[in-house]
């Protein structure tokens, strides 16, 4: 269960990682986690959330997690930069899942636009094989 006391935060990113999730992760936690937040995510899609570019919810358990930082800090930045861009938000924009997850799919994924944004994820491999892929114009 996802707490509700406070506004939740979600990297800008991760919310065009959710939309390729098929189960898989760095470990049982991660995976577990991951799918916590997602079906919250699903069954409350018109609750604001805070799209803010830090460690969140997702990140809890990853192993890439160091303190409050990312050990991939540089990348997973770029990643959170690209998706605002595309999807018209800004660095800690409140919005809903509804909204953002259809700006996701309408700006990056339909587009063919996670090649552009996330070529160096180590998930990108599986993310390629997902139903939802569609590959650049490029491929």
């Not at 018109?46 to 570019?53: E, G, I, W």
């Not at 800690?92 to 899942?97: L, N, P, Q, R, V």
């Amino acid at each position: 269960m996802i707490p509700t006391t406070s506004i939740l935060t979600i990297r800008p990113h991760h919310g065009l990682c959710m939309q390729f999730f098929a189960g898989e992760g760095y470990s049982n936690a991660f995976v577990a986690n991951m799918k916590t937040t997602l079906d919250w995510l699903n069954d409350n899609p018109d609750t604001p959330f805070m799209l803010l570019s830090e460690t969140d919810i997702i990140c809890g358990h990853c192993p890439n997690k160091v303190g409050n930082q990312c050990k991939t800090q540089e990348k997973v930045a770029r990643y959170d930069r690209l998706c605002l861009q595309l999807c018209g938000f800004e660095n800690i924009s409140e919005t809903t899942w509804n909204i953002y997850s259809s700006a996701v799919k309408a700006n990056i994924i339909k587009v063919g636009k996670l090649n552009w944004i996330c070529p160096d994820c180590e998930w990108h491999a599986s993310c390629s094989k997902h139903p939802n892929y569609q590959p650049s114009k490029a491929e």
